[in-house]
């Protein structure tokens, strides 16, 4: 089948240069810059390449971006501290806390100390409690760059027997949730798949589209897809690749090279999702700030 590449890279370029113009117009007319600011706490590799991007991105669009980086011992009790410090500062647009946190600091307890007008990530229990009961609020920000992308491709997902693989908080529930709320994108009837489902190729193949959010490079093979199925990966995961200068590669959830020639349409891994995810975190920072201006 000739498939059609999701290009995650391309669209998340041009909603950067939509952001970007409106923020520059504030900025002639007088107005502050929008403000984001990340908090990572210690040295996990993925996260601090993830945050350098996200700080890469809010430079691109001009917002005033600042990267809190704390150390690893960081306590729980000073983490909430430097967050109701931020909540207070009304300088600052959004708030993000990059996870995984270190063992010792209870995620929940650090994202329910986040202000619900500044949670761009959307994770806060108000946030995810108005996301489930289709009130307006902020999205996480891959399932909400999922449904972006689906909408710029024009892709009618209405009747559509969606899987989504993963139920995590950040991705697989809320991907879940939206996928089957009514509007388009939406309107699918979703089934979600996890380590503990039986027979989970079962699923997959019946599937009009697959969303792969499990973490395990090149876990979707080409007999768990149909034919003409819709394929989005969210895996980033970093493989030994002894013949790049860098030592490894990144690849996806899903075996790219024997799935995409099954599928109508499918997500590069890079430059599918993971673009799209912080075009639509510079999305929800300008949300916020637009909120308070009003
Ligand atoms: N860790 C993995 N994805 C995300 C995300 O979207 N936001 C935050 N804060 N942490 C993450």
């Known amino acids: 089948m000739e498939y059609r590449l999701l290009d995650g890279k391309a669209t998340a370029a041009r909603l950067r240069a939509e952001i970007a113009a409106e923020v ?69 647009d959004g708030l993000i806390v990059q996870l995984p946190l270190p063992k010792h600091i209870n995620p929940q307890a650090v994202i329910a100390a986040i202000s619900p007008d500044k949670d761009v990530d959307g994770f806060h229990p108000q946030s995810a409690g108005k996301m489930m009961l289709g009130e307006e609020t902020f999205l996480p920000a891959t399932p909400m760059g999922i449904m972006t992308l689906l909408k710029e491709y024009k892709i009618n997902t209405a009747g559509m027997n969606c899987v989504v693989l993963g139920r995590s908080n950040i991705v697989g529930r809320p991907m879940a949730n939206l996928l089957s709320q009514k509007g388009i994108p939406g309107d699918c009837t979703v089934t979600m798949c996890h380590s503990r489902t039986k027979d989970l190729a079962k699923y997959t193949r019946e599937a009009d589209i697959i969303v792969a959010a499990l973490g395990i490079p090149n876990f979707v093979s080409a007999d768990m897809v149909k034919e003409g199925a819709i394929i989005v990966d969210v895996g980033i995961n970093s493989v030994e690749d002894k013949s790049r200068k860098s030592g490894y590669r990144l690849v996806g959830d899903v075996d790219f090279d024997a799935v995409a020639p099954k599928c109508s349409y499918i997500t590069p891994v890079p430059g599918g999702v993971g673009p799209m995810t912080i075009v639509s975190l510079m999305q929800n920072t300008l949300k916020a700030y637009k909120a308070k201006a009003l």
Do not use: H, W
């Open 24 to 92: 520059e117009q504030i900025v002639k007319n007088g107005g502050r810059r929008p403000a984001l600011t990340a908090i990572l706490v210690g040295n996990d590799p993925a996260s601090q390449t993830y945050v350098a991007n996200k700080d890469k991105s809010c430079k691109e669009v001009g917002f005033a971006g600042d990267v809190l980086r704390l150390p690893e011992t960081t306590t729980q009790e000073e983490l909430i501290k430097i967050v109701n410090d931020i909540n207070a500062n009304s300088s600052i």
